[in-house]
Each structure stands twice: as C-alpha cells, then as structure tokens.
C-alpha cells in the first residue's frame, strides 16, 4: 500500500473567488523555463532586499485572489511563512493550454491592479517572452523578446535585424540600477522529445 502521506496536495490557485485546480501537471518544458528564470534572477539578487522565488510559492493579493506564479521577484518585508502577502515586484507565468486564458486575462488585470510593477508571459512553444510594464494600474506591453534561426535572420532587413531584442532588462526601483537575463539562458537545456 502506497504512503499517502508523502503526496503533495494538488496545486489551486484562486482567481475571482473561484478556486481552480492546477491540472495537468505543467509540461517538463515549462517546468524547466520556469527554473531557469528562477536560477537568472537569483544569480543577481543575492545580498539585495530582493528574493527571486520559485513555483509553489503562493501570493495572496486579496481573499479572492490566490496565485502561484511560475517565477517572481519580491521584496522580503513581504515574504512570510505561507507565502507573499501584497504585490511581488515582478511576476513570471509560463503558457500552457490550461492556463493560457487566465494568464492573459483575470490574473493579469488583478496583478496590475494590486501594483506587480512588471509582469513577464512567456511562451514556451515560440520561445518568447512578453514584458508588460504597469502603467497606473494597468498592464502596457513593453518589449517582445525572441530570437530567430539563421535561415529566418537571413530573411530578414537591416531594420527588422536591428529590431529583434534578447537581452531582457529587470530594473526594481526607479533609478535603481537593474540586472540582464539573456533570452537564451531562458531556453537554454529545455527541448527533450
């Protein structure tokens, strides 16, 4: 007979009052982005109020609205022993199909409401990411980041080669000098058939 007692209970996240289990479980892709998103922001918060946090974190904006986003940045005055209490500065979630519509709907309106200062869609599939930026309480597309190969790059104009952005800047505060996570550290390692 199999020990329960060590199964993790299934993930849920709260959206509109409504809970929501987390099923199926996330691709191993979208596991691996998620981790190595976790590993380039930790890399550059050490020693700072800064915390990167990984999945299974949860963040409570609100009674109604219980999240556990893929990747975040926090300040560690909010950072308690059950989870996030308050906006994190910015928070990261990796598309799947199950997921998809709140990610781009119910969660993003919330996060921007609640003041996540920078909210990060990443598409594991096209191997891009989309910043927003928060904009009085509301989500502004900031930056696309991707890449292309070189038969796609070789396609391509002057212009259109100039346009294309790897190189994914993280400033906190205003003023504060930031950090770069590479686009290809991202991806890096996470294709398996």
């Given at each position: 007979?199999?020990n329960l007692?060590?199964?993790d209970?299934p993930r ?8 929501y289990?987390m099923?199926?479980?996330?691709r191993?892709?979208n ?5 190595n ?13 800064y915390k990167?946090?990984?999945?299974k ?5 609100d009674?109604?609205?219980?999240y556990?986003?893929d990747?975040?940045i ?8 059950d989870?996030?209490?308050?906006a994190p ?10 997921t ?6 119910a969660?993003?309106?919330?996060y ?13 599939l ?11 309480g ?5 930056e ?6 070189a038969e ?9 080669l ?9 400033a ?6 930031g950090f770069t ?13």
């Amino acid at each position: 007979m199999e020990n329960l007692a060590y199964i993790d209970p299934p993930r849920t996240e709260r959206i509109e009052g409504e809970t929501y289990r987390m099923i199926p479980p996330p691709r191993i892709k979208n596991v691996l982005v998620a981790g190595n998103i976790y590993i380039a922001f930790e890399r550059h918060l050490t020693g700072t109020s800064y915390k990167a946090i990984s999945s299974k974190s949860l963040v409570y904006l609100d009674d109604d609205n219980i999240y556990d986003p893929d990747a975040m940045i926090c300040e560690r005055s909010k950072i308690h022993r059950d989870g996030i209490y308050g906006a994190p500065d910015l928070v990261v979630e990796v598309l799947s199909p199950s997921t998809r519509k709140h990610d781009r709907g119910a969660k993003m309106r919330h996060y921007a409401a609640a003041g996540v200062r920078e909210y990060w869609i990443v598409d594991p599939l096209a191997e891009s990411v989309e910043v927003y930026k928060n904009h009085g309480g509301i989500f502004e597309l900031d930056e696309i980041y991707e890449d292309y190969n070189a038969e796609d790059r070789a396609q391509m104009t002057e212009k259109e080669l100039a346009d294309i952005h790897t190189d994914i800047p993280v400033a906190l505060q205003e003023g504060e000098e930031g950090f770069t996570v590479r686009l290809q550290e991202i991806f890096e390692d996470t294709t398996f058939e």
